[in-house]
């Protein structure tokens, strides 16, 4: 999963991460994803092919990514739910001989 995005025009103004979203840089700056696969070569060399199954898998896992990145605020949670947990799943995390743990809430 690679997202890759530039701007179009430049910023002339500082705006604190908090309050902008990805939408918000596309409408004002038309900030761009870039679909060029080899953006980031170091990214795509020298690992082993995935099956269709798992590119459809990660295919689904960025469309909710993007999704996510759409809207503010972008929180940490979310992102856990929406991406962490379902490329741990991907990767064998959740089977055995390993075992997750949460942390303990302080109250």
């Known amino acids: 999963m690679i997202f890759v995005y530039f701007l179009t025009r430049p910023i002339v103004s500082v705006i604190p991460a908090h309050q902008v979203s990805i939408d918000d840089l596309e ?3 038309g900030l761009e994803e ?3 696969p080899d953006f980031f070569p170091e ?4 690992l082993d092919a995935l099956t269709e ?6 295919d689904r896992v960025k469309t909710h ?3 996510l990145l759409k809207s503010l605020p972008l929180l ?7 991406v ?8 064998g995390f959740y089977d055995e001989p390993f075992r997750i743990r949460s942390e303990v809430g302080v109250k």
């Open 43 to 46: 990214w795509t060399t020298n």
């Open 84 to 91: 962490l947990s379902p490329l741990l799943d991907l990767a």
């Open 53 to 58: 199954l798992e590119k459809q898998y990660l």
């Open 34 to 36: 870039s679909a060029q």
């Open 27 to 29: 409408k004002r700056y």
């Open 76 to 82: 940490e949670n979310s992102v856990k739910m929406v």
């Open 65 to 67: 990514f993007k999704h």
